[in-house]
């Protein structure tokens, strides 16, 4: 486009927002497509029977019927909710302890510690539930199951039983996301500022009233942020189980994203698959409300104290 | 900094206490690497065996050289770094100029789409997952690249991070005097807002290059194919073939794994810096 002096502010302020339309409309292009479309479709879909090629048929609230008389379903979103409470409650606590380990003043070797903690993140999942599921071998050869013969424990069968299985992929989680969350809590308490601390220690706090009334308070976003993308991460739980069950998974480990991939790409079941996508999206966004309550309630009562 | 949160003098049991916390998860964090490393250099039958070797054996080269029997191995490597790579640079074209837009440019309805566009954030993927498919057969995309880049390319948070970044690093008055100068708005994007942005683009650039390269779910629906599979799924099908050689699958996964260590190292400061940035914000 040439630009000539006749041009006005209007004209000018015209081509201004036709090229801002222009520039942000890639994104709304794609997700029409690929986001907003598909997630209507899922609802239309959950009301149908469909295998994937013949023609689909209307089956009305039979998919929903069915996988709520199914007990894997149920069994699923058991798991999902066990193995996020096994993997990511220590997760938070561990995490929170080393990022204050690492925020000390006193260490050497911060940057070195620092990157050997959160050198898991960047693991694909694929190679963490490999190697774990070799740890968690059902097999005496296996590493945690040597352990445990030191201590005359027999074989656990990690990939068969029912709290075993859970330990084991709840295990892939913790190790794999503490760093991850470490990193976002010392980033946290390294934004508060030293002069709290300083003022604190010479009103003669301690080290524990320090953290209590100082590090936690302030940390307080943080570890909303943290709940919060740990809780819907773990809802979507899917690649762990499949690399350490296989493609058939097993009731004591399905989770619900397994569950409705196995409908749709194992079973050809697309209608049941949308059906358990809707489930699972329900679940998803009550717990998003439940945690913007919370936040905001939170949120409010540290303003009236501030006021 | 003379400053202490934690204990004071020489040596206090507060200081032991917390290079037993670091040095503890430092060796938590390692013992899996090594442990794969060492199950990558030995035999099957060594692995097999009561108790389990702990040192590494002799047997890296052969490992590995069963690895590129059972799957293409470079193939799937190529197939990941192309796809990471399109991914990660049509983003942060997409993503800075979304950004550029809502930082800089005034237009009818800028809070109501951006408040869009954080909405989107809040939707699940899964839920999408089965009718994607449907439209990728539709497209006939099933075993493309295609499949994999261009829903890839919808990033409503690098929008949101692009444009914090331009807002506060770009100086108003540099635009506005680019739009004097006669520059229209891509132009000043181009030539102005990019050089700036720079230090954006890597931060952004690392993260969403990890997510791809580690990605999974959507791989495995839509490229079925072993010619395009990516590493992720070469190796689940490495894990998932007849012969349990445990030998041969740590091998893959070895191998797969040191490249994102290597990278991981050389930017190591930038990548941590800029997924902690991204959660504060």
């Known amino acids: 486009m040439k630009k000539t002096k006749k041009n006005n502010r209007l004209t000018d302020k015209k081509r201004t927002a036709v090229a801002a339309y222009l520039f942000i409309s890639p994104f709304f292009i794609l997700f029409a497509i690929f986001g907003l479309f598909p997630m209507l479709f899922s609802f239309y879909l959950s009301f149908f029977r469909w295998d994937g090629l013949d023609p689909m048929t209307f089956n009305g609230l039979n998919n929903f019927r069915f996988i709520f008389s199914d007990p894997i379903f149920y069994s699923s979103i058991k798991n999902t909710f066990l193995i996020g409470l096994l993997g990511t409650l220590p997760q938070i606590l561990v995490s929170m302890v080393i990022a204050f380990a690492l925020n000390s003043t006193l260490i050497r070797f911060r940057n070195v510690f620092r990157t050997l903690i959160f050198l898991p993140y960047i693991t694909s999942i694929v190679a963490v539930a490999i190697i774990f599921g070799l740890v968690f071998n059902n097999q005496p050869f296996g590493f945690a199951n040597y352990i445990l013969s030191l201590f005359d424990v027999g074989p656990i069968r990690w990939g068969a039983e029912y709290w075993p299985v859970k330990f084991a992929i709840a295990t892939m989680v913790f190790w794999r996301w503490v760093g991850y969350n470490t990193i976002i809590f010392l980033a946290g308490m390294q934004s508060i500022p030293r002069e709290l601390y300083e003022a604190a220690k010479i009103d003669g706090a301690t080290i524990m009233q320090q953290l209590r009334l100082i590090t936690l308070p302030m940390l307080k976003p943080i570890v909303m942020f943290v709940v919060f993308t740990a809780t819907i991460g773990s809802l979507q739980l899917f690649t762990e189980p499949l690399i350490f069950l296989g493609r058939g998974f097993r009731e004591e480990g399905i989770t619900v994203v397994a569950y409705l991939w196995r409908d749709a790409f194992v079973y050809n079941t697309f209608g049941t698959a949308s059906a358990a996508a809707i489930v699972l999206f329900v679940i998803i966004i009550s717990l998003t409300a439940l945690n913007l309550g919370i936040s905001s309630l939170i949120g409010r009562t540290k303003k009236s104290k501030v006021s | ?281």
Not at chain 2, 76 to 82: E, H, K, V
Not at chain 2, 143 to 157: E, K, M, T, W
Request: hydrophobic letters at 50%.
């Open chain 2, 1 to 281: 900094m003379s400053t202490r949160e934690v204990g004071e003098g020489k040596f206090s049991i507060k200081k032991f206490f917390v290079y037993v916390v670091l040095v503890g998860g430092s060796l938590v964090s390692l013992f899996p690497f090594y442990y794969m490393f060492i199950m990558a250099t030995r035999l099957n039958r060594e692995i097999n065996s009561v108790p389990p070797p702990f040192t590494p054996g002799t047997n890296l080269v052969e490992n590995f050289q069963k690895v590129t029997d059972n799957i293409d191995f470079f193939g799937a490597m190529w197939n990941s770094l192309f796809v990471s790579a399109s991914i990660t640079f049509g983003t942060l074209f997409l993503c800075s100029l979304a950004g550029y837009a809502f930082a800089k440019l005034e237009f009818k309805g800028k809070n109501i789409f951006f408040g869009l566009i954080l909405v989107t954030m809040m939707v699940p993927p899964q839920l999408g997952l089965i009718p994607q498919y449907y439209i990728i057969t539709e497209l006939n995309w099933l075993n493309d690249f295609r499949a994999i880049i261009v829903p890839g390319l919808i990033n409503a948070f690098g929008i949101f991070w692009m444009r914090q970044y331009i807002n506060e690093g770009v100086p108003y008055e540099i635009v506005e005097a680019a739009k004097i100068d006669g520059c229209s708005n891509f132009r000043i994007y181009w030539n102005v807002v990019v050089p700036m942005i720079l230090p954006a683009f890597a931060t952004l650039g690392i993260i969403v290059f990890m997510h791809v390269w580690n990605d999974f779910l959507w791989p495995l629906v839509v490229l079925r194919d072993p010619a395009v599979h990516t590493l992720q799924v070469a190796l689940r099908a490495l894990n998932d073939s007849r012969q349990m050689d445990y030998g041969m699958i740590m091998s893959g996964t070895f191998w797969a794994t040191v490249p994102l260590i290597f990278v991981f190292l050389m930017f190591n400061r930038l990548f941590i810096q800029s997924l902690s940035e991204g959660a504060v914000k």
